[in-house]
């Protein structure tokens, strides 16, 4: 018969020894757990402190504080850290703000801000965070109000801005076919443009010149003089055209068919193509 003889290693303590790889195994998960649990302690304890909405600055700001009427007003919403540290701060999930024109309430509004769910702001020392950007068009002249968060942005929108012939996006203009058949009729409009978002005042002017032929030859029209109302002006509209003469021709030979509109010393031209 065949005999079977069992060994049992004890350790010191008179315990089974356990086997050496899995103890070192043991060992090591030990010691991960001890340094990912004191790794979690000491970020916590070296973050930024947490600050409420009530800590922070609040502050409204725009780009300018005088607009004219027709133009966009952008408004910003801030938040200011007012500490000398950074600190953290739980994202802002709405905003509500109201606006008054004229001395009466007009537009408000409640916006969602979508936010990634557990994230937080990190403010720098005295730094600032942007948390509305809205753009808002007055429909009124006069004092424009924008509040939030118990503070107020005033600015001052005006009827119309005062311009000329040489102010940006105002200009002499001839409305025309670029080219036609010869005898085919065409009405040709001569007027100033206001390219711009909002009304410009024009000094009235004194003369205007509306000629038109055939290139080489002599241009028909005449130079009238306007004698007008002391402290008279022109007043245009946002993005229109004040329409100054409309004429109807009808060229009956081929060639380059040249129109000029003359405004006081401002002149602007254009050429349409008669074809045979």
Known sequence: MKQTTTIRCLALDGEPMKDAGSSQLSLVLKVTVVFLCLVIVASIAT???????????????????????????????QLVNPFDHEVRLEPITRVTYGTMQGGKPWVSADVNIDVVRGSMYHMPPHGNLTILDEAVTPTE??????????????VMVHPYKE?????????????????????????????????????????????????????????????????????????????SSYFHKKIPLSPSKPGDYILVFKVDSHEVTCTVRIEP
């Open 163 to 239: 311009a000329s012939l040489i102010s940006p996006n105002v200009y002499l203009n001839i409305s025309a076919p670029s080219r036609i058949e010869a005898g085919e009729r065409f009405t040709a409009t001569f007027s100033i443009v206001n390219d711009n978002p909002y009304y410009v005042k024009l000094p009235a002017y004194n003369t205007f010149d509306v000629r038109h032929g055939f290139s080489g030859d002599a241009l028909s029209g005449v130079v009238t003089h306007i004698d007008w109302v002391t402290g008279a002006s022109i007043d245009v509209e946002p993005h």
């Open 47 to 77: 973050a930024p402190p947490v600050a409420s909405l009530a800590d922070m600055e609040k502050r409204i700001v725009s780009e300018r504080d005088e607009y004219y009427l027709g133009e966009t007003v952008n408004v910003k919403v």
């Open 141 to 154: 002249p006069g004092e424009f109000r924008f509040n939030a968060f118990g503070e107020s942005l005033t």
